[in-house]
């Protein structure tokens, strides 16, 4: 599938790194390095603007390696993109370690996931089908 996209960053565009690959590597597109100090958030732009069909979305992720090893994780976890926005790709990023982390340009920052997505009408009722599982919520499923 081919999706348009503006790249106003002096970065490569987000690829698949291995053929399984499901996301892609967003880049920071920074003037200057930006240092998160902890507990701190910011936000980074991309320099991407995309047009996706109506149908699927952008989901904006951490990267594993950074949330493992620096503490650097995506706040809005998936962050959404619309099929309809057309604003510039920012990556929402909080330092949850105890030092402080500096993003530079063209740092690997988050990784975009595109997935399909259905539309629902709502059918509103009196009562609900039942299940094994009923109203047993957080934690209940596998507890004795």
Do not use: C
């Not at 597109?29 to 699927?56: A, W």
């Amino acid at each position: 599938m081919k999706v348009n996209i503006i790249n106003t960053s002096s970065n490569e565009l987000p690829d698949y790194a291995t053929e399984a690959s499901a996301g892609m590597d967003l880049r920071a597109n920074v003037e200057s390095p930006v240092t998160l100090n902890p507990l701190d958030r910011t936000l980074i732009k991309t320099g991407l603007f995309i047009e996706l069909p109506i149908g699927l979305e952008a989901q904006v992720r951490p990267r594993s390696g950074l949330a493992l090893k620096k503490g650097i994780t995506v706040l809005n976890t998936p962050g959404t993109i619309d099929a309809d926005y057309r604003g510039e790709i920012g990556v929402i990023l909080v330092n949850l370690s105890q030092e402080a982390f500096t993003i530079e340009q063209g740092d690997r920052i988050a990784q975009l996931v595109i997935a399909k997505h259905e539309r629902l009408e709502w059918n509103e009722v009196e009562s609900l089908s039942s299940t094994s599982r009923g109203k047993g919520g957080f934690g209940s499923t596998g507890a004795q």
